[in-house]
Each structure stands twice: as C-alpha cells, then as structure tokens.
C-alpha cells in the first residue's frame, strides 16, 4: 500500500472516498468527510471540518475553526481566516431538512477571507477580493474589491499582494510590494499585463 503524500495529524480523522493533494498537511482535531477534493499544498488548521463534496484548489489556507459546507468551492489560493464561517442554506430549521436546497458559493482564485466574517450561502468572491474582518457578505463580491462591515459594504480595492489601491485622475494604481500596476473603468479593476 502507498503511503499518502500529505501530512495529516494523528488526531485529525480522514474519511474514505476523499482526495487530498501532495504536501497537504491536516492539524489536530480536524474531520475531512467523504467525496470532498483537497488540493495540493493545502494548510488546514486546528478543529476544521471539510464536508462531502466540497473542492478546495491548491495552496489553500485554512485556520483554526473553520467548518467548509457542502456547496463550497475555493479555488486555489484561497486564504480563509480564523474562525470564519460559510452557510450552505439561507432559511435553516432544525425540524426541516433542506439537504437538496444547498446554494453553491464559490471563493475565486487568491481571495481572503478575514477572521469571524460570514459568507452567506449563494453569493461569490471574486479573485483577490479581501473581505475584512468580521464582515458579513450577503451578495456577490467583485475581483479585487475591498469590502468590510454587516452587511458587508465596498471600501476600496486590493491588490494580488493584499495592499490597497490608491488610484489616480487616470484610473491607474500601483501596488506598494510588488509593482504591478492596475486599471480602475466602470467601477471593474484588472491587472494590467506586462
């Protein structure tokens, strides 16, 4: 038998019919259930639960106390803070069961999500959105945008390095860390290429 290539904790319980990805490492008290598909190089903290059939792409960051539902896709690069949290259903209720009704929320590629922010079920994160601390999202987010508060609301623009941008009269800003430049027209922002 093949010795996995991923790391994952003695604590951490895998069940059977998942994939997980080379150089994945799974802490402590960690449950990955069946069907799900885990990437390569994913970090995934103490205490998460990845549910059946939930898609997580390569060098993605989970921490500590993160529960990803069914209906939850992140694609790669994908940071998810602390004790954030995803819902899978919009009206919940004990005595109902709406297992067929899961909506799909997808997190597109290098998006972050902040410590204790919700992402209600149903809505999407563009690549490299940066959705604060705390927020609530309870609509779809744009590539790039900046967004905080609940309900979560529109601050400004990040770059692929998770700086913000400042852009001038010509719609053009610069990132601090990496020099890449970005474009600003109708209220879209794109890298622009070398």
């Not at 449950?31 to 990437?39: A, F, T």
């Not at 960051?61 to 940071?79: A, L, P």
């Not at 803070?81 to 709406?98: D, E, I, L």
């Amino acid at each position: 038998m093949n010795q996995p290539n991923y790391f994952a904790h003695e604590t951490a319980v895998i069940d059977a019919h998942c994939t997980i990805g080379d150089g994945t490492k799974i802490w402590h008290f960690s449950h990955i259930m069946s069907n799900c598909e885990i990437g390569d190089n994913c970090n995934l903290g103490q205490n998460v639960v990845i549910s059946p059939y939930v898609k997580l792409g390569k060098n993605v960051k989970v921490q500590n106390n993160v529960s990803i539902y069914t209906g939850v896709i992140c694609e790669d690069d994908v940071f998810l803070g602390p004790s954030m949290v995803f819902t899978n259903v919009t009206n919940p209720r004990s005595a109902v069961n709406r297992r067929g009704e899961y909506l799909k929320t997808i997190v597109k590629k290098g998006a972050t999500i902040g410590a204790n922010a919700t992402v209600v079920c149903g809505h999407n994160i563009g690549e490299f959105a940066f959705v604060g601390a705390g927020a609530v999202v309870t609509k779809n987010i744009p590539a790039y945008a900046l967004v905080v508060g609940n309900p979560s609301q529109q601050i400004g623009w990040m770059s692929e390095f998770g700086h913000r941008l400042n852009f001038n009269e010509e719609g053009i800003a610069i990132c601090p860390e990496s020099g890449e430049k970005y474009h600003l027209n109708n209220n879209t922002v794109n890298k622009i290429k070398k």
